[in-house]
T-cell receptor, first 111, second 112 residues
């Protein structure tokens, strides 16, 4: 099963600041996803990314969010102006034919 | 509304005992159902995956069942170990879409 590494593991940011969360799949993949989990709640779908384009996004994924794969390897989630309610665990995932592999997550705390 | 509900919300058992976790879903059209284990502060790790036509799938001490007619699934854990303490999440896929629908999970605690 392929591995997915996320950095940083924990980020604290002030409200209104921009943050970039990074995801590094170990081997070449085409299907990428971001999910988030607010403390004590279920995991929620944010966006799927295929062949360098967004293929699907949820209502959570508004204009404050963007994704890209700038160097063909790292897959990033950017939040332009963070809000308190953006505090959550953010998980990157890949689809590799037999299933999904999730990263260990980035805990984002907005203060 | 497409939802995945799990029960119980939490469960405490003694080491060595068996337990069964339940999942009901209303997702339609259905593609497949997965069970994940999530340790606190970590990402979900896949245990089993079942498609519409599969009734049961085992992975070591984990056995999942699926009744696509009643839209119910269960995860049975045999001879529990302390390391089984985690949240167990039922996840359902729509047909023809990328996104996964997660249940709220069952938090299992195994005590010695």
């Amino acid at each position: 099963e392929p591995e997915v590494t996320q950095t940083p593991s924990h980020q604290v940011t002030q409200m209104g600041q921009e943050v970039i969360l990074r995801c590094v799949p170990i081997s070449n993949h085409l299907y990428f996803y971001w999910y988030r989990q607010i403390l004590g709640q279920k995991v929620e779908f944010l966006v799927s990314f295929y062949n360098n384009e967004i293929s699907e996004k949820s209502e959570i994924f508004d204009d404050q969010f963007s994704v890209e794969r700038p160097d063909g390897s790292n897959f990033t989630l950017k939040i332009r102006s963070t809000k308190l309610e953006d505090s959550a665990m953010y998980f990157c995932a890949i689809f590799w034919g037999e299933g999904y592999t999730f990263g260990s997550g980035t805990r984002l705390t907005v203060v | 509304k497409n939802q995945v509900e799990q029960s119980p919300q939490s469960l405490i058992i003694l080491e060595g005992k068996n337990c069964t976790l339940q999942c009901n879903y209303t997702v339609s059209p259905f593609s497949n159902l997965r069970w994940y284990k999530q340790d606190t502060g970590r990402g979900p790790v896949s245990l089993t995956i079942m498609t519409f036509s599969e009734n049961t799938k085992s992975n070591g001490r984990y056995t999942a069942t699926l009744d696509a007619d009643t839209k119910q699934s269960s995860l049975h854990i045999t001879a529990s170990q302390l390391s089984d303490s985690a949240s167990y999440i039922c996840v359902v896929s729509y047909a023809n879409t990328d996104k996964l629908i997660f249940g709220t999970g069952t938090r299992l605690q195994v005590f010695p």
